[in-house]
């Protein structure tokens, strides 16, 4: 599914975010990248959704090989991967249907798709009576389930979580993590970009440790120790 095989990123002044990164991430996985900040996560899945390029390796989706891909191609790559964000990025002036919905509006699906999709994945995370809010009348943790739910609606295969509890409290962290869980019971492959223990170690599933650009450790069911 998300295959790279000795992938750098350098930036100039010979700065290295990444360092030999080697990683074989199968189909249904759930697995949590972990560090310190700095140490190269975000980096590293902005390479998967092709935000940014790896200056050596080779970066492979599903078996695409992306690592050159070309500008036109990465809208059909980011159809296939949904992303999450910390600051939830949504868009005030929309409500939670409208927010949703822009983001298969902005493909070019038909409004009969959208009136389709968008009620399904608002019951996935459980704002199917919110649907007519509009972002600021909703709390931290439904903000990000809206975001979760826009992830979702082109069915991706894989979905990128970049630090989505980072904003929230101890008790929507859970609900985001158990939605999280949830997603990846349908076959969806999860990668969770976090620095938070709490979250790592309470999913019992794989963890992939960098530190300074490098994979110093890589377990089955991990722990992330700070």
Do not use: C
């Amino acid at each position: 599914m998300i295959k790279l095989k000795n992938v750098w990123k350098t930036y100039s002044g010979n700065v290295h975010a990444l360092k030999r990164v080697t990683l074989h991430i199968k189909p249904g996985e759930f697995v949590s990248l972990v560090g310190q900040s700095g140490t190269g996560k975000t980096t590293l899945a902005k390479i998967i959704i092709a935000e940014e390029r790896a200056t050596q390796g080779r970066v492979i989706i599903g078996g695409w090989d992306i690592t050159d891909i070309k500008r036109g191609d990465i809208p059909v790559l980011r159809r296939q991967i949904g992303v999450i964000f910390q600051d939830f990025k949504l868009l005030p002036r929309k409500t939670v249907f409208e927010n949703v919905a822009f983001a298969l509006a902005v493909a070019g699906a038909e409004q009969k798709k959208i009136t389709t999709i968008v009620p399904q994945v608002l019951r996935i995370v459980g704002l199917e009576k919110k649907s007519a809010r509009y972002p600021d009348e909703l709390s931290g943790g439904e903000q990000q389930r809206v975001s979760i739910a826009r992830s979702l609606v082109h069915r991706p295969k894989i979905l990128i979580a970049d630090e989505p509890t980072g904003n929230l409290d101890a008790i929507n962290v859970q609900g985001i993590t158990e939605l999280l869980l949830k997603i990846n019971s349908f076959g969806t492959t999860i990668v969770l970009v976090t620095h938070n223990p709490d979250v790592v170690n309470g999913l019992k599933k794989r963890v992939v440790t960098l530190d300074h650009g490098e994979v110093v450790s890589d377990q089955q069911i991990g722990r992330y120790m700070i």
